[in-house]
């Protein structure tokens, strides 16, 4: 099977724009969840989506959003870019249940100058 | 706020030599645990899980230990290689709470 697919790898944009990444989980998975990696923060989750639905939600602010489509592909917007935003976003993709073994992408590295 | 944390952040083995990398969970109620391993620039890796009700996990050439009484989880990795050189992470997870600790860097000397 292939891997948990994200686009793009790499990305700069400039504070107050908006952003959108992809995320295809892998084949049969119907759980996505987003992440952001920080060398501060470390590992924080930011949603999970299940069936077109946010089923879990972490403590993110509101410029933070996602979707998920029917076929389980998933995208994260970030709307008002703020320097702090900078950091690797992950993906991870499991069975029905959150609690299940999350497979992660290769992530997008999202820059704001 | 409850974290999961780490006890050392950096860790530097010979080749060879095991390596055990430890880690604290705050959360007595968790009930599953997981190990990843991240090489730069990628992706965080599965290693291996461990359910609450199990004491002691073994996969290819690692082991993973819970022990409940003081909330420790920890990861052995037999005869380390050059390609075991990563960050290692931990993460609990209770009722959909999924929390990753910050991770240990190994290094391998060869």
């Known amino acids: 099977k292939a891997g948990v697919t994200q686009t793009p790898r790499y990305l700069i944009k400039t504070r107050g724009q908006q952003v959108t990444l992809s995320c295809s989980p892998i084949?049969?998975?119907?759980?996505v969840s987003w992440y952001q990696q920080t060398p501060g923060q470390g590992l924080q989750f930011l949603f999970e989506?299940?069936?077109?639905?946010?089923?879990n939600k972490g403590n993110f602010p509101g410029r933070f959003s996602g979707r998920q489509f029917s076929n389980s592909r998933s995208e994260m917007n970030v709307s008002t870019l703020e320097l702090g935003d900078s950091a690797l976003y992950l993906c991870?993709?499991?069975?029905?249940?959150?609690?299940?073994?999350?497979?992660f992408g290769p992530g997008t590295r999202l820059t704001v100058l | 706020g409850e974290n999961v944390g780490l006890h050392l952040p950096t860790l530097s083995v010979q080749e060879g030599d095991n390596s055990i990398i430890n880690c604290a969970y705050s959360n007595s109620a968790s009930d599953y645990f997981i190990w990843y391993k991240q090489e730069s620039g990628k992706g965080p890796q599965f290693i291996i899980d461990?359910?609450?009700?199990?004491d002691k996990r073994q996969g290819q050439r690692v082991t993973v230990l819970l022990n409940k009484t003081v909330k420790h989880l920890s990861l052995q990795i037999a005869a380390t290689q050059p390609g075991d050189s990563a960050v290692y992470f931990c993460?609990?997870?209770?009722?959909?709470?999924?929390?990753f600790g910050a991770g240990t860097r190994l290094t391998v000397k060869p």
């Open positions: 461990i359910r609450s009700n199990m």
């Open positions: 989506y299940f069936s077109e639905t946010q089923r």
């Open positions: 084949s049969g998975h119907r759980s």
């Open positions: 993460a609990e997870n209770y009722n959909n709470d999924m929390r």
């Open positions: 991870a993709s499991s069975g029905d249940y959150f609690s299940d073994t999350q497979y």
